[in-house]
């Protein structure tokens, strides 16, 4: 069990960590301030120097296709693709790709649906159908339908 702490002690110890952040912030801003005021500074050292600096987030995010797009775009060019080719070109293993799977039926529209499943005997991935309608010997993810309207 932790230890209790006072409110006293508490707030020293937030004190103290604060001081140390201001420590580490300020000694970060001065190695950003030279690092900008130079000339002769390569370009690889002013970006590395810009990655870690305070406040600023860094990322690959946005601007991509999305997933489901790709694995669309994917299963519409081939029927049927090698597992090990699935995890090759997109690092994605048997439990993103189940999850993958669902998302082509239930995020899709209905019309652009790619019914896709795993050959575990093969070890591939087999396109089932296209549609908004399951193939007839389906066994896997079906979006729920009330009163005829679909909910996903």
Known sequence: MAKERTPEETAEKKAKNDAKRKIKRDAL??????????KNVPSEI?????????????GTGGGGPSKLT???AFFNEFSSVPEQDIF???KAGRAEMRKIAVD????NDPKNRVWVSLDTSAEE???????????????GYR???VDETEIV
């Not at 801003?29 to 130079?38: D, E, H, K, S």
């Not at 991935?125 to 066994?139: K, M, Q």
């Open 29 to 38: 801003m001065a190695l950003i301030t030279f690092v900008n005021g130079r």
């Open 46 to 58: 002013k970006a590395s120097v810009k990655i870690v600096t305070p406040g600023v987030r860094v």
């Open 70 to 72: 790709v694995f669309t």
């Open 88 to 90: 090759d070109k997109f």
């Open 104 to 107: 082509l039926i239930k995020k």
């Open 125 to 139: 991935y087999l396109v089932e159908g296209y549609g908004a309608d399951a193939p007839a010997d389906w066994a």
């Open 143 to 145: 979006p729920v339908e």
